[in-house]
């Protein structure tokens, strides 16, 4: 069974980045991409931003273009996600899944649904004060 473990999280000021990470166990699947979602309280979970492997590059959801940096290790067993100029509305919990499958759309680019990711980490909360 593949595992996927968040760190990093924790309560930070307004205008403080904050860097967390996705620690993946390979051993059992083929990735497809590593992706971030977001929940916060009282509203559904929100893709943020993932990493594809087949095409070795991070994608972002529009709502994040320039604040949020996700990358991967040279080793392929953690994908950062990096948030500059942390604001309230960025408090939620942080997720990241994997998928080994294509579900649709252009090969390569990773799915923005929370339904096409079968492997979730348990998340790691994120709360910013103004």
């Known amino acids: 069974q593949a595992t996927l473990a968040e760190s990093g999280g924790g309560s930070v000021q307004a205008g403080d980045p904050l860097r967390l990470s996705c620690t993946i166990s390979?051993?059992?699947?083929?990735?497809?991409?590593v992706a971030w979602f977001r929940q916060a309280p009282g509203k559904e979970r929100e893709f943020v931003g993932a990493?594809?492997?087949?095409?070795?590059?991070?994608f972002y959801a529009d709502s994040v273009q320039g604040r949020f940096i996700i990358s991967r290790d040279q080793y392929e067993t953690t994908v950062h996600l990096q948030i500059n100029s942390l604001n309230p509305d960025d408090t939620a919990i942080y997720y990241c899944?994997?998928?080994?499958?294509?579900?649709?759309?252009?090969?390569?680019?990773?799915?923005?649904?929370?339904?096409?990711?079968?492997?979730w980490g348990r998340g790691t909360q994120v709360t910013v004060s103004s």
């Open positions: 390979q051993k059992f699947f083929s990735i497809y991409a």
């Open positions: 899944a994997g998928t080994g499958a294509y579900r649709s759309g252009v090969y390569g680019n990773p799915s923005h649904l929370a339904a096409d990711y079968e492997h």
């Open positions: 990493f594809s492997w087949i095409r070795s590059r991070p």
